[in-house]
């Protein structure tokens, strides 16, 4: 299996609701992200695990919640956001190293399509 | 602190033509990746640079580094309509681990 998997494809909540978006991978990679990607600008990097621990947050929101349950799992569970928040969640992964070189190639989902009302 | 920047940023160019998109970085980095963006999907991965002088080929497309310059190009050949997409390069950032600096994505569109 060489895919990252997202559901839902699309997402659409207004801002008192609570939801969660879902990725899965069965690559056997380690490390696992959330990206934002807003309309015709790059993806921008949210939280970052490593070995099923939280290594980089971005300086993201506290409404963005994120979890990795086990090694192929990551969620993002969403709450109170806002309408600004309406972007596609991109989920990668990768294979990791653990002497410290750079990480490698990554390997995105096909993303999750929200929209904040 | 990492940049990496593409031009153009928006390339209109006609079938059959070649042209090259070029990327250039800020400090030394040693693993250059190129994506490939079609609109509302998510990013296929089209190469792996990981060595000075690196030169990868798939189709119409070659990618190529020099990390002494800083720059890798994303030369297209014979452009086709099926080309037509955002391409984005990102650097490994060696000092910030697990994260990848993206340019701002080259918009390329291929006209009959």
């Known amino acids: ?24 991978q069965h690559m056997g990679h380690r490390a696992m992200y959330w990206y934002k990607q807003k309309a015709k600008k790059p993806p921008e990097l949210m939280f970052v695990y490593s070995y099923e621990k939280l290594s980089i947050n971005e300086s993201v929101p506290s409404r963005f919640s994120p979890e990795c349950p086990n090694s192929s799992l990551l969620n993002l569970h969403l709450h109170a956001l806002q309408p600004e928040d309406s972007a ?24 999750t399509r929200l929209t904040v009302l | 602190e990492l940049k990496v920047e593409q031009n153009p940023l928006f390339l209109s160019m006609q079938e059959g033509k070649n042209y090259t998109i070029y990327c250039n970085y800020s400090t030394t980095s040693d693993r250059l990746y190129w994506y490939r963006q079609d ?35 994303l030369h297209i050949t014979a452009a086709v309509h099926d080309l037509s997409a955002t391409y984005f390069c990102a650097v490994d950032g060696k000092d910030s681990s697990y994260k990848l600096i993206f340019g701002s994505g080259t918009r390329l569109l291929v006209r009959p």
Request: hydrophobic content about 35%; aromatic content about 6%; some cysteine.
């Open chain 2, 39 to 73: 609109p509302g999907k998510s990013l296929e991965s089209l190469f792996v640079l990981l060595s000075n002088g690196a030169v990868k080929q798939e189709g119409r497309l070659m990618a190529s580094l020099d990390t002494k310059a800083r720059l890798s190009t």
């Open chain 1, 1 to 24: 299996d060489t895919e990252v998997t997202q559901t839902p494809k699309h997402l659409v909540m207004g801002m008192t609701n609570k939801k969660s978006l879902k990725c899965e």
């Open chain 1, 88 to 111: 596609l969640y991109l989920c990668a992964s990768s294979p990791t190293f653990r002497t410290g070189a750079s990480v490698g190639e990554q390997f995105f989902g096909p993303g």
